[in-house]
């Protein structure tokens, strides 16, 4: 069966979870890599683990913009080959990577010109300063392999083959975490490079995890190419992409925004309570990597199914994401609850950070299943081209709410109980997008019944 079939034919529960789990793999591995990189770095001190912290505002910023764009194209693709419209959805990826080669240089510039200034405005130790500059221009400067490689493996996903995208997202996580301990420490005739070390590792699995992605695409995607032969820019093919990228662009940055901020709330009250909200971002992305795996497959069955105006499989996809991440995200409460401090000891937690962080990640844990829904949701909404969803629920629950909260809590009980404003901030959430969705999926069974009539 190919995957244009698969889309349109597959039992929905089935095609789901066959598409969800290459990708939760996939983005399970990728979050590891960033876990492995914080281990290694904690390796080296305390200092330096909290400088791959406050950078880790940056990279997600980067991470943003390539993965809004990704995203968007992903939607307009897949409704493009549910309408049949082969040639259009060509053209829409060749505009795509000329957006994401577009994002690379502006970021590329921004690595060589302003690094110094991020890290001076990151910190006032010195010391902070020089390993934040160290980290982050590397992975500025050299950033066209994860734009690349997010823009390959969105083209094989629109297509429904989601397993060539695991694999080359592997290839580059599995050199990353290799090249780690070899590159920070010195192993094997390589000199030791420290921090430097860590981000020369992500940068060149990056790059190789690209090229593997558009080699996959060149030679095993059986509908989609990007080529200059007889294409033509077209503005409506930005706007198309945009108007679910942007918000997804917005959502993103709102991560690292929070971030930023909530840093420069942490900071002052003292150092270790950036290098464990660092840790915890960490894990608990690497938490979320699956509910993102089941988002990021349900997009093009969605849009695919839109496209083709077979409504009744996009309500059946909605019935199976909310109830299968919720389950995903129980599982993650109940291993935050029961083994909190050996998640901390992996980053080798000082006496000091255990005490902050155990009852931190149990506050925190509580709350995954409404983070669960309301990720779910915006991945549903964004499938039939509504992105705003997804950008003003991830605005409530990571900073509208969540950021107040979070200084009048820690201003009026201390610390410990700062933590409560994620409660706050993902009920909240929850609510609006639940809502919401499920207001755009009866709006379209109405339009469905407005077109039989």
């Not at 294409?231 to 108007?243: E, G, K, L, T």
């Not at 662009?249 to 991560?255: L, N």
């Not at 109940?334 to 980053?347: M, N, R």
């Amino acid at each position: 069966m190919n995957s244009k079939n698969k889309l349109a034919e597959m039992p929905i529960r089935p095609l789901v979870y066959t598409m969800a789990i290459p990708l939760m793999l996939s983005l399970l591995v990728q979050s590891l890599y960033n876990i492995v990189d914080s281990i290694f770095v904690a390796r080296l001190s305390e200092t330096a683990l909290t400088a791959a912290s406050l950078v880790y505002s940056v990279q997600f910023l980067m991470i943003a913009v390539g993965v809004g764009t990704a995203v968007g194209l992903n939607s307009l693709l897949s409704r493009k080959i549910g309408e049949h419209k082969t040639e259009e959805a060509c053209q829409a990826a060749t505009t795509g990577l000329f957006l994401m080669l577009f994002t690379s240089i502006i970021f590329y510039f921004a690595g060589i010109f302003l690094s110094d200034t991020i890290a001076f405005k990151m910190a006032t130790d010195p010391e902070l300063q020089t390993l934040c500059k160290q980290y982050l221009s590397i992975n500025l400067v050299y950033c066209c392999g994860i734009f690349l490689q997010t823009y390959g493996q969105r083209l094989l996903q629109a297509v429904g083959d989601t397993v060539l995208s695991m694999i080359s997202l592997i290839i580059g996580a599995i050199l990353n975490i290799i090249l780690d301990p070899i590159m920070i420490f010195g192993l094997f005739g390589c000199p030791a490079m420290g921090i430097r070390g860590a981000a020369i590792a992500t940068v060149i699995g990056q790059m190789v995890g690209a090229i593997a992605a558009l080699l996959f695409n060149r030679f095993r995607n059986p509908l989609i190419h990007a080529h200059l032969k007889n294409y033509h820019f077209r503005w409506r093919d930005v706007a198309d992409i945009y108007r679910v990228g942007l918000p997804t662009i917005i959502m993103q940055a709102i991560g690292s925004i929070m971030t930023l901020v909530v840093n420069s709330i942490l900071l002052p009250v003292s150092a270790t309570a950036v290098a464990f909200f660092g840790v915890y971002y960490k894990l608990q992305n690497f938490l979320m990597m699956p509910i993102n795996g089941l988002g990021q497959a349900a997009i093009p069955i969605v849009g695919y199914n839109y496209g083709n105006r077979k409504y009744h499989r996009v309500q059946q996809t909605w019935k199976v994401l909310l109830p299968t991440g919720a389950i995903i995200a129980l599982c993650g409460t109940v291993i935050f609850w029961c083994f909190p401090g050996q998640l901390l000891q992996l980053f080798s937690a000082s006496q000091e950070m255990l005490t902050l962080g155990i009852p931190a990640l149990r506050i925190i844990s509580v709350s995954f299943v409404m983070a669960a829904i309301t990720i779910l949701c915006g991945y549903f909404a964004s499938g039939l081209g509504n992105g705003i969803i997804n950008m003003v629920s991830a605005a409530i629950r990571q900073l509208i709410l969540l950021v107040p909260c979070l200084l009048i809590f820690i201003k009026i009980s201390g610390i410990s109980h700062g933590w409560y404003a994620v409660w706050i901030a993902e009920i909240v959430a929850c609510i609006y997008s639940y809502y919401m969705s499920h207001k755009l999926l009866k709006t379209i069974f109405a339009h469905k019944l407005e077109v039989r009539k």
